[in-house]
């Protein structure tokens, strides 16, 4: 019972100290990986790259000690990081309090609904996702990410468009007009480095030489050159202007959200105590709506003006006090003194500070992290926010568990090692709830990292502890060494990890098992592109049709008919081509006979006796049937009373137990005549074939010449 509850307990039986120095050797060796890796995947979840190590802190440990894989390292991952970006951006700006507050909160919520649907054993839901969609989603989701990385790669700035396609092109249009030279060499030979060293023994961290290396270089020739200038030092009348107008369109938009909201939350008031047809609700909801448009009206205002001031190239020249005065690259005045840097303008989605404009003359850089642990405290309880966020935080929860459990079911397959799913879900789910309190965003299992643990030899999920410890080695002193590493490197890191989740093979896979499996599969990869960065779309769309097709085929089972094979089986005679009896139709119906489907039996029966004008007898091969419902038993009653009253007979075989008890309960069995009913297909041919022949002009009918009764195999057909 202990150790049911606190599963770690089961690590330390017959535990030794060999086992311990592996474990210890393959915890340091996962911590080196995750924690470059973590960041980049903060930075793509839209938040700070610090977050990325606050979630690599308690989630790690959680899963490990309260889930069933002994190699599984959790923590961020690519997918969901992207995920939570995509389920935030709607709510608030990437990497703002309220961002950071909402993502904190999603992982909460998260947690929770992993947790349930653990401790109640709904493991299966997960099947909702099949292969086809996940593939689907998986390759597309794939290259959104590493597409998201180019701005980082080029050292450019856009604003995010309303389509991911869009914004990619707005990045392009940057690159051709500016690209900081310096930022692609640092990814791009970050990028050399890890590659390089992965095909030369997958066992060097090649991920942390990658950033240190980069770091060191960083640091060294000055990547990062930023400025802070007051408006004046801008040269140009005009770009002081725009900055200008710029800041007075930020502020018309705050100010016109206070309104909006004011105006929304009387509207909710006045609904609640005087009802939804009040008039003085709907005048506050009108008001709101003119607001929204006006927002709306500024905001493309504000982005023009964001566009135009980020494309602006200065080049700093020195003034008589030293100072640098900032002209239009083109305007320089002649024989002037100028620094040799290219400058541009830092603009957000905030308004500037006039009298410190921010001023970039080199490449991007982590920047200052925080030292020390985050504070330990409950996310903001937000009920409204909560609701929204909860369609995105199931679909989170379930990508994040596939992608766990796939991990954890290959590497228990070369192992050896008993997994759980439901347990797999209680860890997750208690890895994401508790991790909240320590500032983190959704995790997952991640496969590179799950990997390198399973080379390094772990033994127990207490390598995962000696990750977590690592990390908050890395928080507490190391954090100031982090300072220099280049987004761009970032940026590198997160298109290499990405790579592999790249595999077109997957609809090759899907399109020779069926082909409306690789047609789902194709239509989710293009509908999760199409509608990014609402990657739920996607994944519904490929959901929906998975259902459909699943209705589809239960709506119309494979009815078919059957006829002797030479290998002596009972095998379906339209695939392979087998004349069949004059007198006998054999058929088989190939699903449960439910009030979905009921009729179409009846349909097949009909067509039977259309089709065949000869027929005498049908026989109902019935081992496909694996069950039966009320408006089943009833169809099959009226077929055998049709069947009876024109003329014909009509047998079964193979009937399931369960079926057959509730043919009994219901006297259909009765009905039918236990005479009727046949433990084997030949059998009743035996039985029904001489009556169903007599004066029958058939020659050497197929159910008997072809092969022997005696030696057919009675599988009920193939």
């Known amino acids: ?31 080196l990986v995750l924690i470059p890796q973590s960041m980049a995947y903060a930075q793509l979840a839209g938040l700070p790259a610090y977050y990325g190590l606050y979630a690599a802190f308690l989630p790690p440990m959680l899963a490990a000690m309260f889930g069933s894989s002994m190699q599984l390292a959790t923590g961020p991952v690519a997918v969901v990081s992207l995920m939570t970006a995509a389920s935030l951006e709607p709510l608030a700006t990437a990497g703002s309090e309220a961002f950071i507050a909402y993502a904190v909160l999603l992982a909460l919520i998260v947690g929770m609904f992993q947790f349930l649907l653990g401790v109640l054993r709904l493991g299966v839901v997960v099947n909702f996702l099949s292969h086809p969609v996940v593939n689907g989603f998986t390759n597309a989701a794939a290259i959104i990410i590493a597409s998201s990385q180019l701005s980082k790669m080029f050292g450019v700035y856009v604003d995010k468009a309303t389509h991911h396609y869009e914004t990619i092109w707005r990045v392009l249009l940057g690159a051709v007009h500016y690209t900081h030279w310096p930022s692609l060499a640092m990814g791009v030979g970050a990028f050399v480095i890890m590659w390089g060293l992965r095909r030369l023994n997958p066992k060097i961290p090649y991920v942390l030489v990658a950033v240190a290396v980069t770091t060191l270089i960083s640091w060294a020739t000055g990547f990062q050159h930023d400025a802070q200038a007051p408006l004046s ?62 927002i709306e009206r500024e905001k493309q205002q504000a982005h023009v003006l964001r566009e135009r001031l980020r494309n ?11 100072q640098l005065i900032f002209y239009h690259q083109d305007k320089v005045p002649p024989q002037a003194n100028t620094d040799g840097r290219s400058w541009r303008l830092l603009v957000g989605n905030r308004a500037v500070d006039e009298n410190k404009l921010r001023l970039a003359g080199g490449g991007a850089v982590v920047g200052n992290i925080p030292p020390g642990l985050p504070t330990f405290s409950l996310p903001a309880l937000d009920w409204e926010v909560g609701l929204q966020l909860f369609p995105y935080a199931a679909i989170i929860s379930l ?84 300072y220099h590493l280049p987004q761009a490197v970032l940026a590198a890191v997160i298109m290499m990890a990405v790579v592999g989740l790249i595999n077109v093979s997957g609809f090759v ?73 004059e007198h006998v139709a054999v058929v088989r119906f190939d699903g449960p006979l439910f009030f979905a489907n009921a009729s ?15 027929l005498r007898h049908i026989l109902v091969v019935a081992n496909g049937i694996n069950d039966i419902d ?34 009994r309960r219901t006297h259909l069995l009765a009905k039918i005549g ?45």
């Open 399 to 482: 990508l994040g568990f596939m992608e766990a459990i796939s991990i954890a079911k290959a590497m228990a397959a070369k192992t050896g090692q008993r997994l759980d799913p439901n347990r797999e879900l209680i860890g997750q789910g208690l890895a994401n709830m508790i991790g909240c309190l320590g500032k983190s965003y959704p995790v997952s299992g991640s496969f590179s990292r799950s990997a390198v643990n399973l080379q390094a030899g772990a033994q127990t999920g207490l390598s995962s502890v000696v990750t977590s410890a690592m990390v908050v080695i890395v928080l507490l002193f190391f954090t100031p060494l982090l």
């Open 630 to 663: 009320a408006s089943g038993e009833d169809t099959l009653s009226l077929v055998v009373d049709r069947v009876r009253s024109a003329g014909y007979d009509i047998s079964f075989s193979h009937i399931k137990e369960n079926v057959l008890e509730a043919m």
């Open 600 to 614: 179409f039996l009846e349909d097949q029966i009909d067509e039977r006796i259309r089709h065949m004008p000869n």
């Open 233 to 294: 030092a801008l040269a140009s009348h005009q770009v002081r202007q725009e900055v200008r107008d710029f800041n007075a369109s930020v502020i018309r938009i705050n100010q016109l959200g206070d309104v909006r909201a004011a105006l929304n939350q009387k509207a909710r008031k006045t609904m609640q105590a005087r009802g939804e047809a009040s008039l003085r609700a709907l005048k506050f909801q009108q008001e709101a709506s003119l607001d929204s448009a006006l």
């Open 312 to 322: 602006y190239l200065f080049a700093g020249v020195y003034g008589p006090g030293g």
């Open 509 to 581: 896979h899907a399109w020779k098992a069926q082909w409306y499996d690789g047609a789902i599969s194709i239509i989710t990869f293009v509908g999760t592109l199409a509608f990014a960065p609402h990657l739920d779309k996607g994944i519904m769309i490929g959901v929906i049709l998975s259902l459909m097709v699943f209705l589809y085929k239960s709506m119309r089972p494979r009815v078919a008919k059957l006829s002797m094979h030479p290998d002596c089986s009972l095998r379906d005679a339209e695939h392979y081509k087998l004349r069949e009896c």
């Open 1 to 31: 019972m202990l150790t049911s509850l606190l599963p770690f307990l089961a690590w330390f039986k017959g535990y030794s100290l060999p086992k311990f120095r592996v474990d210890l050797i393959a915890g340091v060796t996962v911590a």
């Open 674 to 718: 236990e005479d009727h009913i046949y433990p084997l297909a030949s059998l009743a041919i035996g039985a029904i074939h001489e009556a169903a022949h007599r004066e029958s002009e058939e020659k050497a009918c197929p159910l008997v010449t072809v092969c022997p009764l005696e030696a057919v195999h009675e599988s009920g057909g193939e």
